[in-house]
């Protein structure tokens, strides 16, 4: 995004599109690491480069992928940073149950707490698509997989979930 | 022609593709249409359950977006004082467990998802950032509507609506966009700490305007309401 002349509108228009965009980057990054402080400093590290880098951010209405693949990587570098090992996903779950719970809807809270045991490869493009309001095709460039890759793991993915929550997935296909 | 297999799994994997070789499936197949009710239905829950809530940087800006990194032991203390504050928000948020039937009641529901966008700012939303919200929705809002701070295409009742709030004299209200929801008259509400109106929209549903109780009478809030009906400009 480039700057005017004096600076401050360019400045005051990325802080703008920061903020609108944090709150989503935050859940995004929560539901990537099943870690709210960790999604925290994802999301703090991905605002201080985008931060630096917003010269290469030309299109505003792009900004949404621009920052989704920042925060994807920043989660990446936190993996080798901190060495994180596989955990258990009742450990997660009891560790994030304040915020799974938070709305006092239990049956929200199972939900969540579905969401938690899905597979990485499921979880990631469902929260892209229903969260982060993402194309098929933004999913595919994203994670680089073909759109119907991304198509099938959509599929599974709520399948799985929905098997999860106790639903009739009797009438699913297979 | 696709088969009910076909069309369970395409469906399956974007609950709101438009395609319409799905939709003349749907249309033509009842067990198919009742499926995609009820996973709607499902969707509408997962929306809710992803939007966790998240903090609000909005008040302090880059300031606090981009504060220093937290150190082990301050983390904890935050973490003592999220726990506080969820606690002493708890009460406020049971109503949530009780089942909600009416539009409004959906309306108010849905503002416990997005408590960040009730700042008080004379900072805009991005123009591209609006364009994008209101996407697809046949409408663009014209000035008069005044300044709009935050913007979101939200899922509400099974759809995509747009989630806007509006800078007014009387602090921030919030409009979403309901063209899926009919309402036959002006229909007032003051529920769980929100003052709004539900208005009529010929061909296009309806609005929804809200604003937190202390911030203004409901005439207030109706003049706001319809100001901005005003201000939509419907392209199709």
């Known amino acids: ?174 | 022609m696709i088969d009910c297999s076909q069309y369970r799994r395409a469906i399956l994997a974007n609950p709101h593709d438009t395609d319409v070789e799905l939709a003349a499936h749907r249309d033509s197949c009842g067990e198919c249409a009742a499926y995609t009710e009820r996973l709607l239905r499902f969707e509408g829950k997962l929306e809710r359950a992803l939007r966790v809530q998240a903090p609000d940087a909005a008040k302090g800006g880059m300031v606090t977006a981009l504060r220093p990194r937290h150190t082990p032991v301050a983390r904890k203390w935050l973490a003592l004082a999220a726990s506080v504050l969820l606690g002493g928000g708890i009460a406020g948020a049971l109503w949530l467990a009780a089942p909600h039937t009416s539009l409004a009641a959906d309306v108010v529901a849905h503002m416990a998802g997005e408590p960040q966008a009730w700042t008080r700012t004379d900072v805009p939303v991005p123009a591209p950032e609006l364009d994008f919200v209101l996407r697809n929705t046949h409408m663009r809002l014209l000035p008069d509507a005044g300044l709009v701070s935050y913007a979101q295409s939200c899922l509400f009742r099974g759809h995509r609506v747009p989630h806007l709030v509006v800078q007014t004299d009387m602090g921030p209200v919030t409009v979403m966009v309901l063209v899926h929801e009919s309402v036959s008259k002006p229909t007032a509400f003051d529920e769980h700490g929100y003052r709004g109106t539900l208005l009529p929209v010929a061909g296009h549903g309806s609005i929804a305007v809200l604003a937190k109780d202390q911030s203004g009478n409901l005439a207030a809030v109706e003049s706001v309401a319809s100001r901005v009906r005003a201000a939509i400009d419907w392209t199709g």
């Open chain 1, 1 to 174: 995004m480039n700057d005017d002349s004096g600076g401050n509108t360019g400045r005051a228009r990325f802080q703008a599109l920061c903020q609108s965009l944090r709150p989503d980057l935050v859940r995004f990054a929560f539901w990537l690491s099943r870690d709210r402080a960790l999604a925290e400093d994802v999301v703090q590290e991905t605002l201080l480069r985008a931060w630096k880098a917003r010269d290469s951010l030309k299109d505003e209405t792009a900004a949404k992928p621009w920052f989704l693949t920042i925060v994807r990587r920043e989660y990446a570098r936190s993996f080798e940073r901190k060495r994180l090992v596989t955990v258990d996903v009742d450990e997660l779950i009891a560790k994030e149950e304040p915020m799974l719970a938070a709305s006092q809807d239990q049956e929200l809270a199972e939900l969540r707490a579905a969401l938690f045991k899905l597979p990485e490869e499921y979880r990631e493009p469902l929260v892209m698509q229903v969260l982060m309001g993402c194309s098929t095709a933004e999913i595919a460039a994203e994670l680089n997989l073909s759109p119907a890759a991304v198509l099938t793991r959509l599929f599974r993915g709520r399948k799985q979930l929905r098997a999860l929550c106790g639903e009739d997935t009797s009438q699913d296909p297979e």
